[in-house]
């Protein structure tokens, strides 16, 4: 039995599809039962408890062969990094009550890096505490989500307008999440070492000018990329419900990228995933 934290969200979503396409049983946690419908009606357990509640986490993690775990975004939390820590604590203490035997964590690119990573501080922490917690551990450490020129795509459409934070002809490794959720299932159904880092990319490397042609091509239109400042990344974020704390931390991460200062931990070793870039865009321009 594999189980899925984050089943609604995107790559969890995609580790779940990935494992009952292989006729592996899967149990999703949930915190609604109306949450847990569709997957139930697809062939999963469902087991209903918050990242809060070590005691429902600690039962819908027993008896598992592997859990896939994640940082929840909750970016509206103030103060939000203390509140992340908190919520790993508790998952690893789950971890370390139900003794499953393999856990596998969803963190990211520079989650080796101790410093100023921005959001990427609390997948980090996360690596730290599942470290001490889980009998085997595999730590994923994923690049930029293609998925996250989603909310950006609206004004793709309607100005021919590309807003990026991201210098328009840096190439960076960009990754669609659905090569996460199966780079993710395929480590579970492998089971794991002691401590095993994967890290992981796309097909190649794009750049925000790349973005918005492919996009220009979907759409039946010019597209061009918007190069935001970094000293508008608070106000952006801030205006996308994320609390202050949150919002300066990306300010914090975006800074980072620009300088190079988070990179993989052992380059030579990345694995690629199989969606491109047109591909991924393609379904985020169909889903919307």
């Known amino acids: ?9 995107h790559t969890g979503s995609s580790v779940a599809e990935t494992l009952l396409g292989r006729k ?7 915190r609604t039962t109306e949450k847990g419908a569709e997957w139930k009606a697809k062939g999963a357990e469902v087991a209903i408890a918050s990242l809060d509640d070590v005691s429902a986490l600690t039962k819908a993690f027993e008896g598992a062969t592997g859990v896939y775990l994640l940082v929840p975004p909750n970016y509206g939390a103030e103060p939000w990094l203390t509140s992340q820590q908190a919520r790993m604590d508790r998952v690893a203490e789950a971890v370390q009550k139900s003794g499953v035997e393999h856990v596998v964590f969803l963190s990211s690119v520079g989650g080796h890096i101790a410093g100023k990573t921005g959001p990427i501080r609390a997948a980090s922490y996360g690596e730290q505490a599942l ?8 730590i994923l450490r994923p690049c930029y989500f293609m998925d996250n020129w989603a909310p950006v795509i ?14 328009p002809q840096a190439k960076v490794p960009m990754i669609s999440t659905k090569d996460v959720g199966r780079i993710a299932a395929e480590q579970l159904i492998a089971g794991g070492l002691a401590k095993q880092i994967v890290e992981m ?19 039946g239109k010019t597209v061009t990329t918007q190069h935001a400042p970094l000293n ?5 974020f801030k205006s996308f419900g994320f609390s202050e ?15 190079g200062t988070i990179h993989y931990e052992h380059p030579a070793s990345v694995i690629r995933g199989r ?14």
């Open 1 to 9: 039995m594999f189980v899925i934290v984050g089943a609604t969200g």
């Open 24 to 30: 592996q049983p899967v149990r999703v946690v949930v």
């Open 131 to 138: 470290g001490r917690a889980a009998k085997r551990l595999t």
């Open 154 to 167: 609206g004004a793709a459409k309607a100005e021919g307008v590309l807003p990026t934070f991201i210098a």
């Open 201 to 219: 990319a796309g097909p190649a490397e794009y750049s925000p000018d790349e973005v918005a042609s492919a996009l220009g091509r979907i759409l």
């Open 232 to 236: 508008a990344v608070v106000p952006t």
């Open 245 to 259: 704390e949150a919002a300066r931390l990306f300010e914090e991460m975006y800074t980072a990228f620009s300088t």
């Open 275 to 288: 969606i491109t870039l047109a591909e991924a865009l393609k379904g985020l321009v169909n889903a919307g």
